[in-house]
């Protein structure tokens, strides 16, 4: 049996869809790169090695972040040399059959350490029936890859999130897609965000959104290290990154070109003209896209309506998706900022900083309260500290006139106090559905269809 570490879309005929952690047969193995499966309905096809993972295994040989017979000694050398924070890589442990995760980081140590350092970290298992593996205890998987792939995304209890893959054969074996800047033609402003400057502008003949980076507002290797992994990000419903521009000052991001700009300015445009069948598909375009990351283990950060982009067929995309983890300044991270985005955050985050996907369903929430009420800011004319006085009491934001009840309840879930009790993303999608299936239902009847 193999588990899918991630959602796989075929790309020939001879190729099966992967749902991520869902249960596959594994049929044949000898390929290096492609194996074949058997899903629950007895088709088979090919799938790449890599994005599935033995339930009871150890083949480890095609992860670019497994080093075999390699000593510690070794990896803290090769770590060191690489130098750049979140570099890792999985060994064998001097004990049979246990692995060991290798870091490099630069963040303070818990004695107040503050020079470059290699971490070890033994991956651990636990003593029940069904084995389960662990670097911290909260977080169990049932196989290596599968924690590997969570830690790429979520610190989670180590120092620092294991951001690149380290080989003895060949260092970092990950590319960027770099943008060649003779290609890119920028054009006029679109407007300005915390980043800087956004433009219109044309690459390869495709017209596309290009973000430029303050020089002061993030490190270089932390800005390269994120667009890495918002590339490997694409779903319809997220604002796709095309490649970033390095060879030129400022850096810059190239996106795809959205005609109807952000959702927040888009909602108050339109004020009084949008149709209940709108504002839903609205909320249900974003929770699809952020479905989508949940399933990637990928938390936003940041979600609200001035971070999702319209389309000239006014489909909602979401934007800005992991940036805030490379902002140089500590508005994203500290809550005695006053920069902080309170009004958007979830209780955890505002005291202790705790992100989740969780934390992000509270996001949701608010973003649909936005919706619902044309693009009005939440808790419009009440200070930062107000609102977390008024979430700590158990107070929420007021029914949006314009939102069904149903939808009302979706909010109120969304801003449960403890994460645990706060739906999913794919949950909440399911359930937006079911109330797009109900509403239409609903006006055909009122119609005497």
């Given at each position: 049996?193999?588990i899918?570490?991630?959602?796989?879309?075929?790309?020939g005929?001879?190729?099966l869809?992967?749902l991520?952690?869902?249960e596959?047969?594994?049929?044949?193995?000898s390929?290096?790169?492609?194996?074949?499966?058997?899903?629950?309905?007895?088709a088979?096809g090919?799938v790449?090695?890599?994005?599935?993972?033995e339930?009871?295994?150890?083949?480890f040989?095609?992860?670019?972040?497994?080093?075999?017979?390699?000593?510690?000694a070794?990896?803290e050398?090769?770590?060191?040399?690489?130098?750049k924070?979140?570099?890792?890589?999985?060994r064998?442990?001097r004990?049979?059959?246990?692995?060991?995760?290798?870091?490099?980081?630069k963040a303070?140590?818990?004695n107040?350490?503050k020079?470059?350092r290699?971490?070890?970290?033994?991956?651990?298992?636990?003593?029940?029936e069904?084995?389960?593996?662990?670097?911290?205890?909260?977080?169990?998987?049932s196989?290596?890859?599968?924690?590997?792939?969570?830690h790429?995304?979520n610190?989670?209890?180590l120092?620092?999130r294991l951001?690149?893959?380290?080989?003895?054969?060949?260092?970092c074996?990950?590319?960027?897609?770099?943008v060649?800047?003779?290609?890119?033609?920028?054009g006029?402003?679109?407007?300005s965000?915390?980043f800087?400057?956004?433009?219109?502008?044309?690459?390869?003949?495709?017209?596309v959104a290009v973000?430029?980076?303050?020089?002061?507002?993030m490190?270089?290797?932390?800005?390269?290290?994120?667009?890495?992994?918002?590339?490997k990000?694409s779903?319809?419903?997220?604002?796709?990154?095309?490649g970033?521009?390095?060879q030129?000052?400022?850096?810059?991001l190239?996106?795809e070109f959205?005609?109807?700009?952000c959702?927040?300015?888009?909602?108050r445009a339109?004020?009084?003209?949008?149709?209940?069948?709108?504002?839903?598909?609205?909320?249900?375009?974003?929770?699809?896209?952020m479905?989508?990351l949940e399933?990637s283990?990928f938390?936003?950060?940041?979600l609200?309506?001035?971070?999702?982009l319209?389309?000239?067929?006014?489909?909602?995309?979401?934007?800005?998706?992991?940036?805030?983890?490379?902002?140089?300044?500590?508005?994203y991270?500290?809550?005695q900022?006053?920069k902080f985005?309170?009004?958007?955050?979830?209780p955890?985050?505002?005291?202790?900083?705790?992100?989740s996907?969780?934390?992000d369903?509270?996001s949701?929430g608010?973003?649909?309260?936005?919706?619902?009420?044309?693009?009005r800011?939440?808790?419009?004319?009440?200070?930062?500290?107000?609102?977390?006085?008024?979430l700590?009491?158990?107070?929420?934001?007021?029914?949006p006139?314009?939102a069904p009840?149903s939808?009302?309840?979706?909010?109120?879930?969304c801003?449960?106090?403890k994460?645990e009790?706060?739906?999913?993303?794919?949950?909440?999608?399911h359930?937006?559905?079911?109330?797009?299936?109900?509403?239409?239902?609903?006006?055909?009847?009122q119609?005497?269809l």
């Amino acid at each position: 049996m193999v588990i899918a570490l991630q959602d796989y879309t075929p790309l020939g005929d001879d190729d099966l869809p992967l749902l991520k952690d869902q249960e596959y047969i594994l049929i044949n193995s000898s390929h290096t790169d492609w194996w074949t499966v058997q899903n629950d309905k007895g088709a088979t096809g090919f799938v790449p090695s890599i994005y599935v993972a033995e339930k009871s295994g150890t083949n480890f040989e095609r992860f670019e972040w497994y080093n075999k017979n390699i000593t510690r000694a070794e990896a803290e050398e090769l770590l060191m040399t690489e130098g750049k924070e979140g570099a890792f890589m999985v060994r064998d442990s001097r004990q049979a059959g246990v692995y060991t995760v290798s870091v490099f980081t630069k963040a303070p140590g818990s004695n107040g350490e503050k020079n470059p350092r290699v971490k070890h970290y033994q991956i651990r298992q636990t003593e029940t029936e069904e084995i389960s593996f662990y670097l911290a205890e909260k977080y169990l998987f049932s196989t290596i890859p599968e924690l590997i792939h969570y830690h790429q995304h979520n610190a989670a209890g180590l120092i620092t999130r294991l951001r690149r893959p380290v080989s003895k054969d060949g260092g970092c074996s990950q590319e960027i897609w770099e943008v060649d800047p003779e290609e890119l033609i920028l054009g006029q402003e679109l407007g300005s965000g915390q980043f800087g400057l956004v433009l219109e502008g044309r690459w390869k003949d495709i017209k596309v959104a290009v973000k430029m980076i303050r020089e002061e507002c993030m490190s270089d290797e932390e800005f390269k290290e994120e667009a890495k992994v918002m590339m490997k990000l694409s779903h319809c419903k997220l604002v796709q990154l095309y490649g970033v521009c390095t060879q030129r000052s400022p850096m810059c991001l190239v996106f795809e070109f959205m005609e109807n700009g952000c959702l927040s300015e888009y909602l108050r445009a339109r004020k009084g003209r949008l149709s209940q069948d709108m504002m839903l598909g609205m909320c249900l375009d974003v929770s699809e896209g952020m479905a989508y990351l949940e399933s990637s283990n990928f938390i936003h950060r940041d979600l609200a309506a001035r971070n999702c982009l319209v389309s000239k067929n006014n489909e909602v995309k979401v934007s800005d998706f992991g940036m805030t983890r490379f902002v140089l300044d500590d508005q994203y991270t500290s809550s005695q900022c006053s920069k902080f985005p309170v009004k958007w955050s979830a209780p955890e985050v505002i005291k202790y900083c705790k992100f989740s996907s969780k934390s992000d369903v509270w996001s949701f929430g608010v973003l649909m309260w936005e919706v619902y009420n044309e693009g009005r800011l939440p808790y419009e004319n009440r200070t930062n500290a107000e609102v977390v006085e008024s979430l700590s009491s158990g107070l929420r934001l007021l029914k949006p006139r314009l939102a069904p009840d149903s939808v009302h309840l979706l909010m109120e879930w969304c801003w449960k106090e403890k994460p645990e009790d706060r739906p999913s993303f794919a949950l909440l999608l399911h359930e937006l559905v079911q109330c797009v299936t109900f509403g239409r239902l609903y006006w055909q009847n009122q119609s005497g269809l």
